[in-house]
């Protein structure tokens, strides 16, 4: 099983529509999480971190659960630049295990 | 503020040649990832260093790969007698302390072995 696992998509979606992904990860060790975005053939790029009490930041939500292990993030009136692969992140964040383990990403095209 | 540089951007080796690929972290940051990126897979952490020392190698390949983060200079992935299956985007990236700090990443290197 991955430590972390996510629907590959493609999610193709009208543009102002809201979408959501969801992600499940296996090690009950881990500490922080993310959502990264990747543009083709780019590097990552921090979307935002997850917590507990969940957080939004503009059109984006994310929440966390650790009782189910399972981290999601929406997206509201959804623009053709969030066109992007979308990346699930955990790190266990404790001395000597500071690598982050990253999903397999979910593809996501807005649809004009 | 410049962000985490790596170079070169691109690069073409031929079977049983070296590959040397260079991270420079951005301005204050200690910490060092990096990771690889097969085609259509996702990032697979490497190996986590600190200046002159390295953390977490758990990810590397146990042969023909090392890295190194010398006291001066940037760090390096070195890659031995390059082989086919290690076409891949190299990315670095780098973090002001440990622990929950965010992981910053550079553009990468796409390795490409003919």
């Known amino acids: 099983r991955k430590e972390v696992e996510q629907d590959p998509g493609p999610f193709n979606v009208p543009e102002g529509a809201t979408v959501a992904f969801n992600c499940t990860y296996s090690?009950?060790?881990?500490?922080?999480f993310f959502w990264y975005r990747q543009d083709c053939r780019k590097e990552p790029k921090l979307l935002m971190s997850?917590?507990?009490s969940g957080n939004e930041d503009g059109r984006f939500t994310a929440q966390l659960n650790r009782a189910s292990q399972y981290i999601s993030l929406l997206i509201r009136d959804s623009k053709l630049s969030d066109s992007a692969t979308y990346l699930c992140?955990?790190?266990?964040?404790?001395?000597?295990?500071?690598?982050?383990?990253f999903g397999t990403g979910t593809r996501l095209t807005i649809i004009p | 503020n410049a962000g985490v540089m790596q170079n070169p951007r691109h690069l073409v080796r031929r079977r049983g040649q070296e590959a040397r690929l260079r991270c420079s972290p951005m301005?204050?940051?200690?910490?060092v990832y990096w990771y690889r990126q097969l085609p259509e897979e996702g990032l697979k952490f490497m190996v986590y260093?600190?200046?002159?020392?390295?953390?977490?190698e758990s990810g590397m390949p146990k042969e023909r790969f090392s890295a190194e983060f010398p006291k001066e200079g940037p760090s390096i992935l070195r890659i031995q007698q390059v082989v086919r299956g290690d076409s891949a985007a190299y990315f670095c990236?780098?973090?002001?302390?440990?622990?929950?700090?965010?992981?910053?990443f550079g553009p990468g290197t796409r390795l490409l072995v003919l």
């Open positions: 990236a780098s973090s002001h302390r440990t622990g929950r700090e965010t992981q910053y």
């Open positions: 090690n009950s060790a881990s500490q922080s």
């Open positions: 997850v917590y507990s």
């Open positions: 992140v955990v790190n266990r964040a404790n001395f000597g295990n500071e690598k982050l383990t």
């Open positions: 301005k204050g940051h200690s910490h």
């Open positions: 260093l600190q200046k002159e020392n390295i953390i977490d």
